[in-house]
């Protein structure tokens, strides 16, 4: 089954063995001239069938420096690398080979990280294969990053009501094609579990907390960058986030809407990584664009809607690395924020509080062996893709072993909303009176 008919036309993917793949469709109209810092635009149909054999452009963003560490980590291999360009809004589908229409198969639909700056749905360490090998679709997408997708300003709200959030309404857009179309590939509108780590589990708990989700998605998953009294992920009022557009337009010498829709692209690129490095080298380092309260997509802040109760009430699961964000040694001792781990654990005790299901708790702590950062911020990403062979990292059976464990874990969540399977020992929910979280080492 490698040519499927979509809404806006049909699409050819790649057949491999046990499942197809489908690149770069796209989900929308390209943002571009004067969709510019709008919402996303249902994409025009065409004509034929059209080659989803690559991946499509990602959104622009500074590429990492050669010195970086991640660069040897994720962004070594020439095979994953594709362009940036502000037409952008693409997605991926991973399903099994020999699927019907009438499979009505689970969905995971993935939204990837990178500080809402970088990053990109093909990324070396994101495989559906073993997704599709446990009976699961698995999505990729693509949003829009940096001022392009998250930049507010007075101008904007005057012109539609709104403004800022532009990538986390790419990703609900997203999501509706795919309730719209996954059918044809064999899967379930009805049954999405959407995940996300780093900055794209910051986006999973704007969705949550989000009315427009209401009835899209079964369940979340959550990996190192969410959960309750979580600061690193707090938001800006609109009026905050006005005032960093002010900034933005200060510096790139616009005077109007119209001057800041004529930019070049290069322009807000160098201007949005200018800002971001100002940010992060500040007494108070954050993320300059990021989801803001908006009074539509976001009515108020992850807290005060986990408080209340307003958050959907669906399956949850969530979790961090032991040398995460929020986890390292010198900020526990130094009480600079709460730990990752523990704003997981605070969110389901919430949960139960509410009278609602206790969340599912993970904490991974396997180490490097190569060198001493221990289970690092992304680490991983590897082990829950089943992308182990691409990583430069020397293996060993017990890293593969915990590989198939995980994906045997996320996989089940996915189908059941409850990650247990029977060959690993229970997994119980994280409650007050078992504070229980299931470790992976």
Known sequence: ?????????????????????????????????????????????????????????????????????????????????????????????????????????????????????GGNGGELEFDGKSYCERGVILVTINYRLGALGFLAHKWLTEESGISGNYGIYDQLAALDWVRENIAAFGGDG????????????????????????EGKIAGAILQSGGGYKFNISSQRTLKEAEAVGDQFAQYVGAK???????LPVEKILEV???MFLEAMGSATPGLPFAPCIDGALLKQSYDKTLEEGRHLDIHYMLGSTANDLANTPDQKESGIMPTLHNVCVEWSLLNESLGREPNFVYYFSHPTTEDELGAFHS???????GTLGR?????????YLLSEKMLDHWCNFIKTGDPNVMHTGTWYRCKRDNMYFREFV
């Not at 680490?379 to 893709?385: D, H, R, S």
Request: glycine share 8%; net charge neutral.
């Open 1 to 117: 089954m490698n040519i499927v008919a979509t809404k806006q036309g049909s699409v050819k993917g790649v057949s491999k063995t046990g499942y197809t793949i489908f690149r770069g469709i796209p989900y929308a109209k390209p943002p571009v001239g004067d969709l510019r810092w709008k919402p996303p635009v249902t994409p025009d149909a065409w004509e034929g069938i059209r080659d989803a054999t690559a991946f499509g452009s990602k959104s622009i963003q500074m590429e990492h420096d050669n010195s970086s560490f991640y660069v040897k980590e994720f962004y070594s291999d020439g095979d994953y690398m594709v362009e940036s360009s502000e037409d952008c809004l693409y997605l991926n589908i991973w399903t099994p080979e020999g699927n019907n229409p009438n499979a009505k198969l689970p969905v995971a639909f993935w939204i990837h990280g990178g500080a809402f700056v």
């Open 190 to 213: 009805d049954k999405i579990t959407i995940f996300g780590q780093s900055a794209g589990a910051m986006s999973v708990q704007a969705l949550v907390s989000s009315e427009l989700t």
């Open 256 to 262: 109007s809407l119209a001057d800041l829709r004529a």
């Open 272 to 274: 949005s990584g200018k």
């Open 379 to 385: 680490f991983e990403l590897w082990y829950m893709f």
């Open 391 to 399: 990583s430069w990292r020397k293996k060993t059976k017990a890293d």
